[in-house]
């Protein structure tokens, strides 16, 4: 049974469909009223850049977008818009990146003016309809060409901070909604597209945060080693990474025979856009099954890619019998890529909260403690947590230690940033791990 027919069978196609013919929409920039029709099909052309992408960190345009908190429009809290600016890859040519905003559902109660927290998303995928900008109330939508859903399953986060009175930003990455491969655990253009999501929408001066869990971790964690050096006017308060994949090399092993093993796959298209060398080690080896799983998941959505992909080991994958990390291995270029985008060798420019789960199933926790200490090494002011949850699924990996972090984080990581927000002091753990 195809994906589609799944949905359908669960009555999800029409609902989704049902639900975006009643959503309104209009852009800030005026588009006619025949783009404003088309939006509603998958080729929406609010992700369209511009012929000529302006200087990093610019808002290019806005549309409003309804969602729970706010169906009434701009005059009330809560209101919400998709963003389209600019930013830089990682060779610095000029890209349009997609994201939205939520702005506060209740006045803030802290200290100074209205902070804002730009989260980074986790997994989605790597097709445009797993951007979480698209579809109606941010919650998601279904492709038919590529037979990929996109699900927002960190929406109420989201909400969380704009009930506290916290402005939201959410960045959908370079290349996800926009035209092009979206470049998947590349830190260094995650890290751009986090940083010119705050120049482009934030007020000059007002506190800013950053939060990300698992693919998220990572890019919050680059942005914050990349800040000084890319956009030191952010007034970055402080930075909470969970389950960051820091070291990709230990990674790629991680997630092999994984529920989420296509990520794999994910990472070789994006990383193959920047690099063409990257995909030679794998297109050498992969047999006719191999080449269904890259061509499959070259717009997929982290949902439907595990229903399709789940628990493969890759070394069913190839004709030599290696896993997808062994033939990588091998190509001594492959290795100083994945080098080159290893967190841990910047100092982060303002405080950071490094958290694991503990025996992490799919991101392995020693690697992102190992970052946490390196950041302690070059002085930075490090909060780091470790829950030790135990295995739940021994000789298994299919995700519910990497993803319990993900809830378990939420609500101390929310309070650490309002506490930089606050102003109350930090208290380092370096030296206790």
């Not at 610019?58 to 389209?84: C, M, W």
């Given at each position: 049974?195809?994906?589609?027919?799944?949905?359908?069978?669960?009555?999800?196609?029409?609902?989704?469909?049902?639900?975006?013919?009643?959503?309104?929409?209009?852009?800030?920039?005026?588009?006619?009223?025949?783009?404003?029709?088309?939006?509603?099909?998958?080729?929406?052309?609010?992700?369209?850049?511009?012929?000529?992408?302006?200087?990093?960190?610019?808002?290019?345009?806005?549309?409003?977008?309804?969602?729970?908190?706010?169906?009434?429009?701009?005059?009330?809290?809560?209101?919400?818009?998709?963003?389209?600016?600019?930013?830089?890859?990682?060779?610095?040519?000029?890209?349009?990146?997609?994201?939205?905003?939520?702005?506060?559902?209740?006045?803030?109660?802290?200290?100074?003016?209205?902070?804002?927290?730009?989260?980074?998303?986790?997994?989605?995928?790597?097709?445009?309809?797993?951007?979480?900008?698209?579809?109606?109330?941010?919650?998601?939508?279904?492709?038919?060409?590529?037979?990929?859903?996109?699900?927002?399953?960190?929406?109420?986060?989201?909400?969380?901070?704009?009930?506290?009175?916290?402005?939201?930003?959410?960045?959908?990455?370079?290349?996800?909604?926009?035209?092009?491969?979206?470049?998947?655990?590349?830190?260094?253009?995650?890290?751009?597209?986090?940083?010119?999501?705050?120049?482009?929408?934030?007020?000059?001066?007002?506190?800013?945060?950053?939060?990300?869990?698992?693919?998220?971790?990572?890019?919050?964690?680059?942005?914050?080693?990349?800040?000084?050096?890319?956009?030191?006017?952010?007034?970055?308060?402080?930075?909470?990474?969970?389950?960051?994949?820091?070291?990709?090399?230990?990674?790629?092993?991680?997630?092999?025979?994984?529920?989420?093993?296509?990520?794999?796959?994910f990472a070789y298209h994006g990383w193959g856009e920047r690099f063409p060398e990257f995909k030679e080690?794998?297109?050498?080896?992969?047999?006719?099954?191999?080449?269904?799983?890259?061509?499959?998941?070259?717009?997929?959505?982290?949902?439907?890619?595990?229903?399709?992909?789940?628990?493969?080991?890759?070394?069913?994958?190839?004709?030599?019998?290696?896993?997808?990390?062994?033939?990588?291995?091998?190509?001594?270029?492959?290795?100083?890529?994945?080098?080159?985008?290893?967190?841990?060798?910047?100092?982060?420019?303002?405080?950071?909260?490094?958290?694991?789960?503990?025996?992490?199933?799919?991101?392995?926790?020693?690697?992102?403690?190992?970052?946490?200490?390196?950041?302690?090494?070059?002085?930075?002011?490090?909060?780091?947590?470790?829950?030790?949850?135990?295995?739940?699924?021994?000789?298994?990996?299919?995700?519910?230690?990497?993803?319990?972090?993900?809830?378990?984080?939420?609500?101390?990581?929310?309070?650490?940033?309002?506490?930089?927000?606050?102003?109350?002091?930090?208290?380092?753990?370096?030296?206790?791990?």
């Amino acid at each position: 049974m195809t994906i589609r027919k799944r949905l359908l069978s669960l009555g999800l196609i029409p609902t989704l469909i049902a639900t975006a013919l009643t959503v309104g929409v209009h852009t800030a920039d005026a588009q006619t009223s025949s783009q404003a029709d088309s939006a509603l099909t998958w080729d929406d052309p609010f992700y369209s850049p511009p012929e000529n992408v302006p200087a990093a960190g610019s808002l290019i345009r806005t549309q409003p977008a309804p969602q729970l908190l706010n169906v009434l429009g701009p005059d009330f809290p809560g209101y919400a818009e998709k963003i389209l600016y600019s930013s830089t890859t990682i060779h610095g040519d000029p890209v349009a990146v997609s994201g939205f905003t939520i702005e506060p559902a209740n006045p803030w109660q802290g200290a100074g003016p209205t902070p804002t927290i730009v989260f980074a998303p986790g997994t989605r995928g790597a097709g445009d309809a797993c951007a979480p900008s698209k579809g109606p109330g941010f919650i998601g939508q279904y492709d038919p060409q590529a037979e990929a859903l996109g699900t927002n399953y960190e929406i109420p986060f989201y909400s969380a901070a704009s009930l506290l009175g916290m402005r939201v930003v959410v960045t959908d990455y370079i290349g996800l909604g926009t035209p092009g491969q979206h470049t998947y655990v590349l830190h260094t253009e995650e890290a751009h597209a986090v940083l010119d999501a705050a120049r482009a929408v934030v007020p000059e001066g007002s506190p800013v945060g950053l939060f990300g869990y698992s693919q998220g971790g990572g890019a919050v964690a680059a942005a914050a080693e990349h800040h000084q050096s890319y956009a030191p006017e952010v007034n970055l308060q402080g930075t909470y990474s969970g389950a960051a994949p820091a070291d990709l090399a230990a990674v790629i092993g991680g997630v092999d025979n994984s529920s989420i093993v296509s990520v794999l796959a994910f990472a070789y298209h994006g990383w193959g856009e920047r690099f063409p060398e990257f995909k030679e080690p794998f297109d050498a080896v992969v047999n006719d099954r191999g080449r269904e799983f890259l061509a499959s998941n070259r717009d997929s959505c982290i949902g439907d890619s595990v229903v399709r992909w789940h628990l493969t080991d890759t070394r069913t994958l190839t004709t030599t019998g290696e896993s997808m990390a062994e033939a990588a291995f091998r190509d001594e270029r492959i290795v100083e890529l994945l080098n080159s985008q290893k967190l841990g060798q910047q100092v982060p420019s303002a405080p950071i909260f490094v958290a694991t789960g503990g025996n992490d199933d799919l991101v392995p926790s020693p690697q992102t403690t190992q970052m946490a200490r390196d950041y302690c090494a070059l002085g930075a002011d490090v909060t780091y947590l470790d829950e030790g949850v135990p295995e739940l699924t021994p000789g298994m990996k299919v995700g519910l230690n990497h993803a319990g972090g993900m809830l378990t984080q939420a609500q101390p990581a929310a309070q650490w940033l309002a506490d930089r927000f606050n102003g109350v002091p930090t208290t380092s753990s370096c030296g206790t791990f």
